[in-house]
Nanobody
Framework: QVQLVESGGGLVQAGGSLRLSCAASGRTFSTYLMGWFRQTPGKEREFVARITWSGSTIVYADSVKGRFTVSRDNAKNTVYLQMNSLKPEDTAVYYC??????????????WGQGTQVTVSS
């Protein structure tokens, strides 16, 4: 079992930056592939980024490539999402997820409660 708690969301102007954190409980955190997803009202949860347990393989959605950076610190049981050059279309609830594969939300076993990111124009 893994429990996930996101933090770091908020309101930022376009062009600004935020760093999201996802703190995990559970001794097996370091073995899990971790993902970040986002969701806006009425839409399906959208893949943002994922990182393998070692950090050796990272995948980004095309919409965030070059602006977002995912990283993890297994000693702290935490995964991060650094978001730069934010755009209004990045506004969403951001979720971290664990235990999955690929870029489909349905493939992940564990989810945090989400943190709101709002980018004003």
């Amino acid at each position: 079992q893994v429990q996930l708690v996101e933090s770091g969301g908020g309101l930022v102007q376009a062009g600004g930056s935020l760093r999201l954190s996802c703190a995990a409980s559970g001794r097996t955190f370091s073995t899990y592939l971790m993902g970040w997803f986002r969701q806006t009202p009425g839409k399906e949860r959208e893949f943002v980024a994922r990182i393998t347990w070692s950090g050796s393989t990272i995948v980004y959605a095309d919409s965030v490539k070059g602006r977002f950076t995912v990283s993890r610190d297994n000693a702290k049981n935490t995964v991060y999402l650094q978001m730069n050059s934010l755009k209004p279309e990045d506004t969403a609830v951001y979720y971290c997820a664990a235990g999955g594969r690929g870029i489909s939300a349905a493939a992940y076993d564990y989810w945090g409660q989400g943190t709101q990111v709002t980018v004003s124009s």
